[in-house]
């Protein structure tokens, strides 16, 4: 679950949360500057189609860094978790 939310979610949303932080700080300077009220531009134009574009790209390239970075080597041997003398051994690869 932590790695569909660090590879796909995160990359896709963080750009957004980061532009909604950004306009949130501009309004909040603009209304202490002026406070009769207002929206101030960057409350009103939200750029969706570069907000999305931007996760995609995030996104695209956390998937790609994951599937370079994991993974055995091509002919390596799976041995799957079992119990010896008791004691769970994990899983691992051997070449």
């Known amino acids: ?6 590879s796909i979610v995160l990359p896709l949303v963080l750009p957004t ?3 909604l932080l950004y306009a949130w700080h501009l309004g909040r300077r603009a209304r202490a500057r002026d406070p009769s009220g207002g929206a101030t ?5 939200v ?4 907000l999305v574009l931007a ?5 695209l390239i956390s998937l790609a860094v994951n599937f370079v970075d994991t993974g ?4 390596a041997h799976y041995e799957p978790a ?8 994990p899983g691992r690869t051997t070449p």
């Open 82 to 89: 079992h119990m010896e003398n008791g004691k769970l051994v």
């Open 17 to 19: 949360m980061l532009y």
């Open 41 to 45: 531009p960057a409350e009103v134009d």
């Open 1 to 6: 679950m932590i790695r569909v939310l660090a």
């Open 47 to 50: 750029p969706w189609s570069w």
């Open 72 to 75: 055995a080597k091509p002919g």
């Open 55 to 59: 996760g995609v790209v995030l996104m």
